[in-house]
């Protein structure tokens, strides 16, 4: 329960609209309930005032005054219904978005460290489903709790007005019906809910994978297989499922079973002081059609409880991830930048877990501002390792790498990366148009600056076949333009973001000769005055560089020119 608990924590900044919401639930319950009882009030005194006395008088009641508030508790009933409805989902709407932004929130320090570990598909699912599955921990189970806890006492309370037997008997049923049966079934179900979401998630990791790799799988005649192995985890998924529903029909029966017992109880209670004269016949009916309809408020109860198991786990899986140490935590008070972005790395020696080897061993290198090194080797040499450590993604297990003298432990990493313009052999184009994609590396540019960023990156030819121009739909990641314009829109975000320090890692893996060649053009009139570190196990481009050094199992050494 600690994880439900916490994230109750996080709902607090929307309790307005979560009490709200509940207070509504709570008024149409009531008013569901006290309708009912009214009703068969109002009819048995109607049928009772309508008999004559032995003398022929009939009995004399007034009509209008009950008659009023029937209509007055059906219209309650009705718009506190939708009203319910409407608050409770945007009390959950608003708690979901919440919970998404302070996820994110604390995914931002775990890249990449920590998340390179995690499997895409799996962390997918735990943003998605998992915190959609927190929505029961209000919807059903925070608010139907609170209604059925208010209510029960409510009811309790009015029928100790006419019978405290009757009162006590109910409110005890009434208890059982919404304590024992719900945490009987939380337990019996709990398993079986923990495993849905296990299951549920490792089913779209398995979808996610053969959605990828479906060429793949075609051109190897192996879908078949990997499709017989999905349909046998839905079949699992579907069985497990199938228990819990056991599970709820019989809870169900048994809230149902204990809701007819409570009333046969009553009714013989009821006729008993009937004959007593401690009970009118119309406070007979009251009393019969009260205790009816107190149990819609524990109704919900034993499937709300089912879904505990469920949430639960959920909110586990998220944490499992919020929680983790980043593998590069920001200092809690940070240096200022200056002007200067000399950097160096002292003795600096990496790998990626005790149980690996060496990936860099006593790497010294000095980078001055705006000198322009590279660095080649065969790919997994170290280089890739090289630029993370020098961008704080990771920090090395020994030495230290610097920036103006200071360990870069000494700056946030939003600090740092206001240093650095990336462009490398996979920049990711988003979703969106081309001059969404541009504006994420300065959303205030103006248009004088995007043209300037066009020109410089040689996307004028191509955006001037574009009917949209800028505002054209580049596809999910950027499948609507081929390799090279993607380069170029990468590189035109680079001139954007104008940083200092110029990370080029394979910056025209896959880009024919041409398109190289204008790639690296443009570069050499873009990095005139900064800091280039460029990464490549290829000869083009080396013009652009003033040293260059080659890595060779973690180890760096210079070569001559």
Partial sequence: MKDCWFFLKLFKPQSVWLVSGTL??????????????????????????????????????????PAAQIRALAITRTLGRYGERVVTHEATFRVLASVRGWFFQQLIPLVPGRLSLMRSGDLLSRMTA??????????????????????????????????????????????????????????????????????????????????QGLSELITNQAY???????????????????????????????????????LIITLILSTLLYTKNLLSGAEVALVIFCVMAAFELVTPLPLAMQLLGKTQKAAQRIRQVADMSPTTPNPLESASLSKQYDMALDNVSFRYSEQQDWVLKNINLSIPQGSKIAVVGISGSGKTTLLQLIMRYYDPETGQVLLNG????????????????????????????????????????????????????????????????LDTWVGESGVK???????????????????PILILDEPTE????????????????????????????????????????????????????
């Fill in 24 to 65: 509504l639930s709570l008024l149409t319950t009531l008013a569901s309930i006290t309708l009912l009882t009214l009703s068969g009030w109002f009819i048995s005194s109607s049928a009772i005032a309508g008999l004559l006395e032995l003398d022929g008088n009939a009995l004399t009641f007034n009509f209008m005054l």
């Fill in 481 to 499: 333009v081929s390799g090279g314009e993607a380069r170029r829109i990468a590189l035109a975000r680079l001139y954007l973001k104008n940083a």
């Fill in 224 to 262: 078949g297989r990997f499709s017989a192995y999905l349909s046998k985890f839905s079949d699992l998924m579907i069985n497990t499922q199938r228990l819990n529903n056991r599970l709820s029909a019989i809870s169900s029966t048994i809230t149902f079973l204990l809701a007819q017992v409570s």
């Fill in 510 to 561: 896959g880009l024919d000769c041409n398109t190289e060649q204008d790639v690296f053009n443009a570069l050499s009139v873009f990095a005139h005055n900064k800091t280039v570190i460029m990464v490549t196990h290829r000869e083009a481009g080396l013009g652009l560089v003033d040293v260059i050094y080659r890595m060779e199992n973690g180890v760096l050494k210079q070569m001559q020119q």
């Fill in 130 to 211: 998992d915190i959609d599955a927190l929505d029961a921990l209000y919807l059903r189970l925070l608010a139907p709790m609170t209604v059925a806890l208010l209510g029960i006492v409510g009811v309790t309370v009015f029928l100790a007005c006419y019978t405290p037997i009757i009162s006590l008997t109910t409110g005890l049923i009434l208890i059982v019906a919404s304590v024992w049966v719900p945490w009987l079934f939380n337990r019996l179900g709990q398993e079986g809910a923990e495993q849905i979401i296990v299951l549920a998630a490792n089913f779209r990791i398995r979808n996610l994978d053969t959605l």
């Fill in 406 to 469: 200071q360990s870069l432990k000494y700056w946030h990493t939003d600090q740092l990366m206001t240093c650095f313009g990336v462009l490398s052999q996979r920049s990711q184009l988003f979703a969106a148009s081309i001059r969404e994609n541009l504006l994420i590396a300065k959303p205030t540019a103006s248009d004088k600056e995007l043209t300037a960023a066009i020109k410089a990156a040689g996307l004028e030819k191509f955006l001037s076949y574009l009917p949209e121009g």
